[in-house]
């Protein structure tokens, strides 16, 4: 089945650690994105890449990192910089197209312990 | 920058009844695109409908329907026939094309659907 798989599904970080988020998609699609969700605050863009080694800060990129080697594979990787890393992180991809809608991972739950 | 704006934190309706929630939003591009999007509480994103900024007619998706108005850069969502299943967190979405700025795609901060039986 093709589709975007994020992994793990909860995560816990101790403070002061670094962490990396996994995303995957069999889709083909060249345009990945990374979400942080708060409460209150809808979907905040951390990080977008809309082809291979090739990637643009969103709104909210301090404090996390990302890399875009292969097509299939957009990890983001929160560091120590983030002061508040504790939220729901979504990641989706999308085709270059236009018109065309962006599907969604199941999200990971970072909390810091 | 782009923004996207959902006035609206909470809505509630009763079941098979019509309920309408509010977006705007602000761009000094004439192409893009605008969606809504469904998140129920297992939290997966579902596509709603989509409108590109083009096409003057507005969508329609089963019971599902947008008011598009672009010189207002307006774009809200009405459901008719309400179901319970409708209950959710709904969000309004701008992308760019991918000749700007790579299609980056924003959301609003969401409006929450309650569906009284």
């Known amino acids: 089945d093709g589709g975007i798989t994020q992994s793990p599904k909860y995560l816990f970080r101790k403070e002061g650690q670094n962490v990396t988020l996994s995303c995957e998609q069999n889709?083909?699609?060249?345009?990945m994105y990374w979400y942080r969700q708060d409460p209150g605050q809808g979907l905040r863009l951390i990080y977008y890449s809309q082809i291979v080694n090739d990637f643009q800060k969103g709104d909210i990129a301090e404090g996390y990192s990302v890399s875009r080697e292969k097509k299939e594979s957009f990890p983001l990787t929160v560091t120590s910089a983030q002061k508040n890393p504790t939220a729901f992180y979504l990641c989706?991809?999308?085709?270059?197209?236009?018109?065309?809608?962006?599907?969604f991972g199941q999200g990971t739950r970072l909390t810091v312990v | 920058a782009q923004t996207v704006t959902q006035s609206q934190p909470e809505m509630s309706v009763q079941e098979a009844e019509t309920v309408t929630l509010s977006c705007t939003y602000d761009t000094s591009e004439s192409d893009y695109y605008l969606f809504w999007y469904k998140q129920p509480p297992s939290r997966q994103m579902i596509l709603v409908i989509r409108q590109e900024a083009y096409k003057q007619q507005n969508a329609t998706e089963n019971r599902f329907s947008v008011n598009f108005q672009k010189a207002a850069k307006s774009f809200s969502l009405k459901i008719s026939d309400s179901q319970l299943g409708d209950a959710a967190m709904y969000f309004c979405?701008?992308?760019?094309?991918?000749?700007?700025?790579?299609?980056?795609?924003?959301f609003g901060q969401g409006t929450e659907l309650s569906v009284k039986p």
């Open positions: 989706a991809s999308s085709i270059r197209d236009r018109g065309t809608e962006a599907f």
């Open positions: 889709l083909n699609h060249d345009a």
């Open positions: 979405a701008y992308r760019n094309t991918f000749y700007n700025q790579g299609g980056k795609l924003i």
